[in-house]
């Protein structure tokens, strides 16, 4: 089975200061990680994603995640946040072999001007 | 923007009537999902198709039956509505497992 743990449900953050988005995982075989980011009375949409390859991944507007298979872990990163940055952001993984895409309960983060 | 649309977008039902939500596609997509977002629970998998007439269970199936007739239509069935099943349902779409997910704009449920 996998599971998806995002441990902060909230997390307030001052413009154009950095954040961290924290993201644990559970498989027994490899995994596929994604972040996906919705912003209010939206759809999702894809921030970024880990196949394999570089445990380094970029992603759209600043952002970019690094998959640690020691620590089980894919945190989101951006070195300055801005206001237009307050959504909810969800991690997910799939696994190999598996169809289907499980996600965190979600850390909405706040920006304060 | 992957070509996806979920009807109605709102909708008041009562407790006990049937309710079909429907999506579409048009980027000819294998993999279709259903999921719904409730505060707490992020998104949670009800059913999803991997091709015509074919589906399966997520984690919260029950309550909820789901028909796919064509490639580009994925419907989902409330057969008897509960209070429980109030919520913002998403459809996605995937051309393969591993790949991104495309979300359609949601569907906001409200049964009383």
């Known amino acids: 089975a996998q599971s998806v743990t995002q441990l902060d449900s909230q997390v307030p953050v001052f413009e154009e200061a950095p954040v961290e988005l924290r993201c644990n995982y559970s498989s027994s075989v490899s995994v596929y990680l994604f972040w996906y980011v919705q912003y209010p009375n939206q759809g999702l949409q894809l921030l970024l994603k880990?196949?394999?390859?570089?445990?380094l991944v970029k992603g759209i507007n600043g952002f970019e995640a690094e998959f640690n298979k020691s620590q089980t872990s894919f945190h989101l990163r951006k070195p300055s946040v801005h206001i237009s940055d307050t959504a909810e952001y969800f991690c997910?993984?799939?696994?190999?072999?598996?169809?289907?895409?499980?996600f965190g309960t979600g850390t909405r983060l706040t920006i304060i001007p | 923007d992957a070509g996806i649309t979920q009807s109605p977008r709102h909708k008041v039902t009562e407790t006990g009537t049937p309710v079909t939500l429907r999506c579409h596609q048009t980027?000819?997509?294998?993999?279709m999902y259903w999921y719904r977002q409730d505060p707490g629970h992020g998104l949670r998998l009800i059913h999803y198709s991997y091709g015509v007439k074919d589906t399966d269970k997520g984690e919260v199936s029950d309550g909820y039956s789901v028909s796919r007739s064509k490639t580009e239509d994925f419907l989902l069935t409330l057969e008897s509505a509960t209070s429980s099943q109030t919520s913002v349902y998403f459809c996605a779409i995937s051309e393969v497992p591993t790949a991104e997910q495309y979300f359609g704009p949601g569907t906001r449920l409200t049964v009383t």
């Open positions: 997910a993984v799939s696994s190999f072999g598996n169809e289907k895409l499980t």
């Open positions: 880990y196949l394999s390859g570089s445990t």
């Open positions: 980027e000819n997509h294998r993999y």
